[in-house]
């Protein structure tokens, strides 16, 4: 008998939004799929660049593609950690200003 999957509770505080889905599609194709901790492809995930526990919002100038492992979950230990980022916010080159 195989013991039942059991993952790991949310630390999300306050459900994402209803267009989460199409947001997410929307960043990771903006973006190529490139995961913006290790800059390699086929990110699977999206990440809150300014975690929403620290007051990041759901915009997409705050989202990013991430690999779900091992990225994401070496991004938010170290952010609970409070050790800084690994890499610097980088400007999307699409970007006009």
Request: proline share 9%.
């Amino acid at each position: 008998m195989t013991a039942p999957r059991v993952s790991a509770p949310s630390r999300r505080t306050v459900p994402l939004p209803r267009d989460w889905e199409r947001t997410r599609a929307r960043v990771l194709a903006r973006w190529g799929r490139v995961c913006h901790w290790c800059g390699e492809g086929n990110a699977d995930q999206v990440d809150h660049v300014v975690p929403a526990s620290r007051g990041g919002g759901e915009e997409e100038n705050n989202l990013r593609p991430i690999h779900g492992t091992p990225c994401h979950a070496e991004k938010t230990a170290k952010e609970a950690r409070g050790e800084p980022r690994a890499r610097k916010a980088e400007q999307h080159p699409g970007d006009v200003r």
